[in-house]
């Protein structure tokens, strides 16, 4: 079937399951719009309600706003200690991976809406938009790199490779205050500057460093890197080799059929970090570029620094841009939680395509295949298992307004994947169709 042909059928799959799955009111579904489709008010609204949480604490904020709020300082810090959970990170390189962000993403936006309420959803950032052919690239106004947006994709070099323009010029990096976190300061504690970022990097702002290093870094030590990465760009544009088609291919219920090999599908690092026996899905996805959708983003916005770009010593050989800091990248504010609700939007689509191929994965009891235990799934963390409370240490308890925990202590992964559903989640998106 011609590429086309494939996108169509793909969007006639997704359209007919988000109809037959139930039920969600429709009244009272939010609508996530794509950055460069918010009105001009709309645009207004989110840069204030994100700078209301950048400046009003928690405590404050409740009484302000209501008992959803929260500072944003709470994501970042709950984003940070979920990597540093003992028994393994609750939030990346596992199954747990798109659970997390997606509770992740709706606690902000309750929080946010509860300053804006007039914005009705958070927006998402789809970064195919911003590629090389992609329908804003360059654009002087909507490209995301642009100064009516994110700012320059790398810092400006006189300032230590700071964002300066931008909605996001100037961005401190907060500060780590023990006394504000309570039970938190077990497992973190700011880094060796006493900031909320894991790279030992004492520039207090938000930093980006240039491409051509973590381009490198990528073609020598990631399977498939020379493919990844476009033979020449230029200034101000990601490097990625990261089409439609790679997009597409993890909606594909027969190829990617159950939520572990959705995971291998979007996520590099996932399937680096596990010795599976190549089979014949593993092998497609292996030589593909799918895989490049989440991680291969935060390190060619992040980028890296060495020594030949920044001379004048660095605590390490090699040291990452906020966006590739594993631990402390919702530093990128804008980024951040756009990108990861653009990833929540493929994970629903392919939640639909999977439900419209095989209506029983679509069940309480099969629940897309997401692994009960280390026998489904032995490279698992505990605590990233269906009936395990998610990311415990720093637990959602208010995402779903009206709905119990089925666990005392937070909404368990089983909680958030039935309650987000296609056709029953308290959101959706304005693009649910296959790109072209």
């Known amino acids: 079937m011609a590429p086309h042909g494939h996108a169509v059928r793909l969007l006639l799959l997704v359209l007919a399951v988000l109809s037959s799955l139930a039920p969600a009111d429709l009244a009272t579904i939010r609508k996530r719009k794509e950055f460069r489709e918010l009105s001009k008010n709309e645009l207004k609204l989110f840069v204030h309600g994100l700078s209301v949480m950048r400046a009003v604490g928690t405590e404050t904020g409740k009484r302000l706003y209501g008992p959803l709020y929260k500072e944003y300082d709470h994501f970042l810090v709950k984003h940070i200690i979920t990597t540093k959970d003992p028994r393994g990170d609750q939030g990346h390189v596992d199954v747990c991976f798109l659970t997390f962000h997606r509770a992740l993403a709706l606690e902000f936006e309750l929080a946010l809406l509860s300053v804006v309420p007039a914005l009705k959803a958070m927006p998402y950032w789809n970064f195919l938009h911003d590629l090389r052919g992609g329908k804003y690239f360059m654009h002087p106004t909507k490209y995301m790199f642009s100064p009516s947006w994110a700012g320059s994709l790398t810092g400006d070099p006189q300032y230590n490779y700071t964002v300066t323009d931008g909605l996001l010029a100037w961005q401190p990096v907060s500060r ?25 990097n004492s520039n207090p702002f938000l930093t980006r460093y240039p491409k051509t290093v973590t381009a490198d870094v990528l073609k020598q ?10 033979p020449q760009w230029q200034d101000n544009e990601i490097p990625l080799n990261y089409t439609a088609k790679d997009f597409n291919r993890c909606l594909d219920a027969k190829l990617v059929p159950k939520w572990s090999d959705w995971l291998w599908c979007v996520e590099y690092n996932a399937w680096q970090s596990a010795n599976w026996t190549l089979d014949r899905t593993m092998n497609e996805l292996r030589a593909s570029m799918s895989s490049m959708f989440h991680g291969t983003i935060h390190a060619l916005v992040g980028g890296h620094c060495n020594a030949t770009f920044c001379p004048h010593g660095l605590p390490t050989p090699l040291l990452g841009g906020d966006f590739v800091d594993v631990s402390a990248s919702p530093n990128e504010l804008i980024l951040f939680m756009g990108h990861h609700a653009n990833v929540d939007r493929a994970g629903l689509m392919w939640q639909a395509s999977v439900a419209k191929a095989n209506r029983s994965m679509a069940t309480r009891q099969a629940m897309w295949g997401y692994p009960r235990s280390k026998a489904e799934w ?16 720093t637990p959602f308890t208010d995402i779903f307004p009206g709905v119990k925990p089925s666990k005392a202590g937070g909404y368990t992964h089983a909680d958030i994947i039935w309650n987000t559903r296609p056709g029953a989640a308290p959101y959706t998106y304005d693009d649910m169709k296959p790109a072209v």
């Open 176 to 200: 780590w205050i023990p006394t504000k976190w309570g039970n938190w300061s077990a497992y973190w504690a700011g880094n060796e500057q006493g900031l909320n970022r894991v790279f030992n």
């Open 378 to 393: 032995q490279w698992g963390n505990e605590g990233c298992f269906l009936d395990d409370v998610a990311t415990s240490a």
């Open 221 to 230: 030590f990631v399977p498939g890197g020379a493919m990844m990465i476009l």
